[in-house]
């Protein structure tokens, strides 16, 4: 079956530190991989995706993502966060063929000052 | 990235009402557009794919009588909650599809809260 794991859903960093957000999936394909943050109270924004081509996609914000196949995983990366990084963060698997994510159960940031 | 408004940000209603909420999408054309439910500190629940000119698809268990939506344009889609009831109320987040866009890529709406009373 698909699914999506974000094994982390509290993450606190301090202001100025590296973030690393982990999400692996389970698909028999390839899929197209997405990364979205909520602030609250807010709608999903789009952070960055992967459908094809260079591993390492560059998003907004200066966010990143690397997919490797070999371990099913997409993890969001920053090298240094900002206070107001401070959200909940989706990691989404797309099926190539329609439309409909199956979504994990989110990361929530806490940046401490 | 495409940009997809939702109306109202906020309503309550009294119980047994109906309300609408509205999605659009202001700069591209979708055919596909998709309704979710949020409960407070949890994931997204898709509850409906929204069709342009064809009916929806509810995901199992959820009621197509009480959750009416409407995709009458390429650039709207509608979701009524009919006979409102207090644990109707939620966070409901429309989503739309741009399908000139590589990599099958969805844009949000800001989300509109539901509260009924």
């Known amino acids: 079956a698909q699914s999506v794991t974000q094994p982390d859903i509290h993450i606190t960093v301090s202001e100025g530190a590296s973030l690393e957000l982990r999400c692996n999936y389970s698909y028999g394909a390839t899929p197209y991989l997405f990364w979205y943050v909520q602030s609250p109270g807010q709608g999903l924004q789009l952070l960055l995706k992967y459908f094809s081509g260079d591993t390492l996609v560059q998003g907004i914000k200066g966010f990143e993502a690397e997919f490797k196949r070999s371990q099913s995983s997409f993890n969001l990366r920053k090298p240094s966060v900002h206070w107001s990084d401070a959200a909940e963060y989706f990691c989404a698997v797309g099926p190539p063929s329609t439309y409909k994510y199956i979504f994990g159960t989110g990361t929530r940031l806490k940046v401490l000052a | 990235g495409a940009v997809v408004s939702q109306h109202p940000s906020r309503v309550i209603c009294k119980s047994g009402t109906s309300v609408k909420i509205e999605c659009r999408s202001l700069d591209f054309q979708a055919t596909t557009m998709f309704w979710y439910r949020q409960f407070p500190k949890q994931s997204l629940m898709l509850m409906a794919t929204?069709?342009?000119?064809?009916?929806?698809?509810?995901e199992q268990g959820v009621e197509k009588d009480k959750f009416l939506i409407n995709h009458a344009s390429l650039t709207l889609s509608t979701l009524t909650v009919t006979s409102a009831h207090p644990e109707d109320s939620s966070f409901y987040i429309c989503?739309?599809?741009?399908?000139?866009?590589?990599?099958?890529?969805?844009?949000f709406g800001e989300g509109s809260w539901l509260t009924v009373v």
């Open positions: 989503s739309a599809a741009d399908g000139t866009e590589a990599g099958n890529t969805i844009y």
């Open positions: 929204s069709n342009e000119g064809s009916k929806a698809t509810y």
